[in-house]
């Protein structure tokens, strides 16, 4: 049986421009590390895209997070450094906010058992925590595994509280 491994929104804009994060780019190498293990057995693989148009700043995200970011088509959207060239090959699921619907609406039609599911990205307690508890509602009864080592957030105490929740959530927190 295959595993899955959902990089969460591991986007340039989270990395290095608008709204860049030292730790994000701190675990990068481990990260693609992580991808490519998963690449190499052949497991399933699915990116998500924070993905926001021109009408960012009206949206209730945009009059929360007034920094425009991951506007579809700019740099600032793609997937950073080598993972865009690899998720070439894999399944990438653009979403206008925290958690993909469209993920849970992929994963919903075409339904796989899965030995387990792997999230990695950013940013850990906002959009990774998000889309665990989706994960989650899909798949009760199959470990899902949070990488510490290849999660970040900008803010440590959020971070550390989210894994404190998705643990108390029967998630595992490597």
Do not use: R, W
């Not at 340039?12 to 590390?33: C, H, M, Q, R, T």
């Not at 958690?99 to 899965?114: A, R, S």
């Amino acid at each position: 049986m295959k595993k899955l491994l959902v990089v969460v929104d591991f986007q340039n804009d989270f990395v290095i421009g608008s709204l860049k994060n030292e730790n994000a780019l701190k675990i990068y190498p481990y990260l693609l590390s992580v991808v490519e293990d998963f690449a190499n057995n052949n497991d399933d693989i699915i990116f998500t895209l924070d993905t926001h148009d021109e009408n960012y700043l009206t949206t209730i995200e945009g009059k929360n997070l007034k920094v425009v970011h991951c506007l579809k088509n700019s740099f600032g959207h793609k997937l950073c450094d080598k993972l865009d060239d690899i998720s070439k090959n894999y399944k990438c699921i653009e979403k206008e906010t925290f958690p993909g619907i469209d993920l849970l609406t992929f994963l919903l039609e075409n339904k796989k058992e899965y030995e387990s599911i792997t999230l990695i990205g950013v940013i850990t307690n906002i959009c990774v925590i998000s889309n665990a508890i989706l994960l989650k509602s899909i798949y009760p009864n199959t470990p899902i595994i949070i990488d510490s080592k290849a999660c970040a957030s900008n803010d440590l105490t959020l971070e550390k509280e989210s894994y404190d929740i998705m643990k108390n959530l029967h998630f595992i927190i490597k």
